[in-house]
């Protein structure tokens, strides 16, 4: 019952992780930072830190780059906090500079009177920073973070006099972008302050001490009692309890729900597996792709301008995008619609061919790395060659300081956040949104589209995370088809998918994803392509999924379709919302939401990722870590 409450209300997720503590008798607060650190290790991190509030009044900081096992070495081989009231900890999956001991949280203001440690990205942080060092403030890290710990230091020292949650109230009326935070200070041994805005974090209730932290499992094994914030509130945690308030003071009273989940559970966020989280995350991840980067209706990418000043990008005659797997399939969408819009000529080629085919480029070809691991060793061969040869090259990637970010000109990350599931589902959506962006972003460069149509795209693009959830609240809606249709289907030994232009790609995923985690035999098709030899597979056991969500090519995909219901096979169909004709063409539909005929693979996936994943839950598979395949293909 309760996950079904959580998972309607759809807490988004994030990379990094929050632990805090605040308790009234002396405790041995670093254990209780590092045990709840361990417990949300699954969420993806590449390094650490704890601040004990030490029994000479002192916030001790410790940080390490790497495991959590190095910490707590650090820890234990260096001085161990002893017995304290207060403390808080951080996993940092880096986005602002590098994965180190410098940038790891907690991050402390100019004298270490007070800490903080975040789980987001603060926007305008570049703006915040100059103002902040501006008027003196000294900073030691390449994060967005930081620029937190100085505004709650310069809010705690002028107008909070004093006050630590005023103080941080102040603070995050400066601040744009989405967060979760904790801060303690020195001088109030008794208190921690959290606040929240598209961040998840939690409030768990004990015996005279409290809890802080990004999900429930890190506190399970101290209470069962939890409160969860929501967007826009600030928590005052102290051991005789909590006070919530929204951002602009208004008191908010909240009960405690008791959580009976167990600790495996709670990782999932109370789904059953990764990848379904995954796939319910992808209205978040789709955000992270976009924050920053479209502004006032504007399209702004700060990572390209080091490009640009170089002239790099100015003499582009061609683009090659090389990927594989999924990421490839994200590079085939992009060449539909980067050529539409930037009139270039764009090849999508695997990666592991693109390397042994003596590639011909050279300063006039601009190449694509799309890598969610940016560790893929096929990618990384061929792109170094791309290198050598003197081309350009743009990584989209979701892991900062990976392998493909040392080799490349400029990096495009995707802020998904970590995907623990081994298939890739929100990664690729935020890949093919980041591609769509540089796509327009090119597409401008060039003239060849107007600042009024890419008004219109960027617009499309920022209403897609509102129409994936709309998608994902019908799933689990009483109106829901998919999981019907899935246990239907979990018998059949093959599934053929077909699709017209970007619709092709989406076929192609969509197979790819089916075949992956239920290990049905699926393959997709250009539509136009079946008669030429594959429609000779079709019969009244080989079911066909076709894409025809409203496009140029659509009454092209219905012939196609036609075409196979003539010979018996079962057909089901992604269309768009309000297509009635389609009723006659297709024995099960399933509609996604109207969006620019560009933008429809990021819908039509959806459904077909749901289908995929309910096929194989059916089929009692593996659906996290399906046989033979690994998250990184670090080998060729
Ligand atoms: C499919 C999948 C793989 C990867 C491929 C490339 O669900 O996960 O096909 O897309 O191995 O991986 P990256 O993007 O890490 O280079």
Redesign the pocket.
Known sequence: MLFTRLQQRKVPDHMCGIIGYVGSQGTDVTSILLDGLARLEYRGYDSAGIAVLSPSGELELHRRAGKIANLAATVENGSRPGLSTLGIGHTRWATHGRPNDENAHPHPDCTGSLTVVHNGIIENYAELRQELQGSGHVFRSETDTEVLAHLVEHAYTGEAQGDLTEAVRLALQRVTGSYAIGVVSRDHPDLLVGARCNGPLVVGLGENEQFLASDITAILKHTRRVIILEEGEIVTLRPTGVAITTLDGTPVQRDAIIVEWDAEAAEKGGYPHFVIKEINEQPEALRRALLGRVRDGQLHLAELQRMEQEGLLNNIQRIVVV?????YHAGLIAKYVIERWARIPVEAVTAAEFRYSDPIVGPETLCIA????GE?AD?LVGIRQARERGAPVIAVTNVVASAITRISDAVLYLQAGPEIG???TKTFVSSVAVLYLLGLYLGQARGRITPEQAHEYLAALELLPEQIGQILAHAVSADDSIQPLAKRMARVSSIMFIGRGVGYPTALEGA??LK?ISYIHAEGFPAGELKHGSIALLDPDTPLIGIATASHVYEKVVSNIQEVRARDAHVIVVATEGDEKIRLHADDILYVPATLEELSPLLASVPLQLFAYHVAVARGCNVDQPRNLAK??TVE
């Open positions: 990927a594989c797997g999924t990421s799309v890598t969610q691991s893929t990618t081994v298939v890739a790819l994803k992956e990184s293909v």
